[in-house]
């Protein structure tokens, strides 16, 4: 077994984590990962993935997508998944959310296309069979109790018990929580994307804020999804950044991190730079994907700060972040707005998001510019009328210093 070293887990860093995604040059694509929480229709509870003699998500999906031509199997983990004609696929996640998965599609329009042509239909028929598949950062109607973990291999038991050393943010992450994640090449311009993507993401979760309500009740957050998550682990959250030495500061963070899938010593989970005698390399991949900052570097960038959407705004936050990182003036002045990535910011973003004036301006002025890339990316890139849907959410929102959050306020009031 090769002895893992500082030097060897920066190199790996840098030619496959960073590097491979550089290495695309000019490329343009982008790909979404999209989840949503199951809840009956009729109670609001949440439906277990498969039971007897209650709704489940796992029966209806095997209908559903035996008409669809979808493939079961497993994935890695040993969980259900179905594999999508189009690419792609449909998976669990801890708490039995449903995600779908895209494969990278080369432009706004086509990764739009194909969202509508699943999501749609699978969001229709579920109705019809008393599934209410919710677009929201966090269960609106249903505490932590009544959310078990429901998938239970060796990497969620770790997790869940590690997690809960913590506090129990970590439960109400891996069982309550939904968001819309988004994912880019880094292309010819790979640090400044990089640089622009973290300054981004707090401003990406104030302007998608959409977890106003937990448990039945108004928590005061526009995105009570990323309160929990500034509280699940600082070791392995946040924004990871440094304008001098970026792989280094991500290779600091990672070995700084707790090795949550490594046997404890005397019951302690020990940073995995404390680890590299007793790992491997499979060991640092897996160690790898339970890092969780707001961007991911995965050979390609992954933003993972919005909550989860209506899917008639899908266009909006495709707007936003390609027309700024894939128009290259767009992303100058982007970063001439943006300047350093601040970390503090993430706190302001969800619990006061776009009421904060100022993050409320900068917001606006950025869905300007990303309405401006986006049309210079041309027609072929993002069509008018999906365009013209991204910006009928800015006006609505962004320019108004309001979320979807404050639509689920005011229902919530009202009901």
């Not at 990278?104 to 599934?131: D, M, N, Q, Y």
């Not at 993507?197 to 998608?208: E, G, K, Q, T």
């Not at 600091?252 to 989970?269: C, H, K, N, Q, R």
Request: proline residues 8%.
């Amino acid at each position: 077994m090769t002895i893992l070293t500082r030097s060897l887990l920066r190199d790996d860093l840098e030619s496959t984590t960073f590097g491979a995604g550089i290495a695309s040059g000019a490329a343009r694509r982008v790909g979404a990962e999209v989840e949503f929480l199951p809840l009956d229709s009729l109670t609001g509870r949440r439906c277990p993935i498969e039971a007897d003699g209650v709704i489940s998500t796992l029966p209806f999906l095997r209908r559903f997508g035996a008409t669809q031509g979808w493939q079961e199997g497993f994935t890695a983990k040993g969980t259900p998944c179905f594999a999508l004609p189009e690419g792609g696929a449909i998976t669990f996640e801890p708490g039995g959310q449903l995600e779908y998965s895209t494969p990278p599609c080369t432009s706004a329009t086509g990764l739009l296309a194909l969202l509508r042509s699943v999501v749609l239909p699978l969001r229709a028929a579920a109705v019809e069979e008393g599934i209410e598949l919710v677009a929201s950062g966090i269960d609106p109607a249903n505490s932590i109790e009544d959310a078990p973990l429901l998938l239970r291999p060796k990497r969620y038991e770790r997790m869940a018990e590690y997690l809960g050393t913590r506090g129990p943010a970590g439960a109400r992450m891996m069982r309550q929580t939904a968001s819309l994640q988004l994912s880019f090449d880094f292309g010819h311009e790979p640090w400044l994307r990089w640089r622009v993507l973290n300054a981004l993401a707090p401003y990406a979760s104030a302007v998608f804020a959409n977890s106003p309500i937990y448990a039945g009740q108004p928590t005061g957050h526009p995105s009570e999804r990323a309160v929990v998550w500034r509280e699940v682990d600082p070791a392995r959250t946040g924004i990871v950044y440094d304008e001098e030495h970026p792989v280094d500061a991500y290779l600091d963070f990672a070995l700084s991190a707790p090795a949550i899938l490594l046997p404890t010593v005397a019951g302690e989970y020990l940073p995995f730079g404390a680890c590299l005698d007793r790992a491997d390399n499979h060991a640092w991949e897996e160690h790898l994907s339970t890092l969780f900052p707001e961007v991911r570097p995965r050979g390609h960038l992954e933003l993972r700060s919005p909550d989860a959407i209506a899917p008639r705004w899908y266009p909006a936050p495709i707007a936003l972040m390609t027309g700024l990182l894939y128009h290259s003036d767009s992303l100058h002045a982007a970063d001439d707005l943006l300047g350093t990535p601040d970390a503090a910011l993430l706190d302001r973003a969800g619990s006061v998001g776009l009421h904060d004036p100022a993050m409320a301006r900068t917001a606006g002025d950025l869905a300007e510019l990303a309405i401006s890339g986006c049309r210079a990316l041309g027609p072929n890139y993002f069509h008018p009328a999906d365009l013209e849907r991204a910006a009928d959410f800015f006006d609505r929102y962004t320019r108004q210093g309001r979320a979807p959050a404050d639509d689920a306020v005011e229902r919530a009031i009202a009901a």
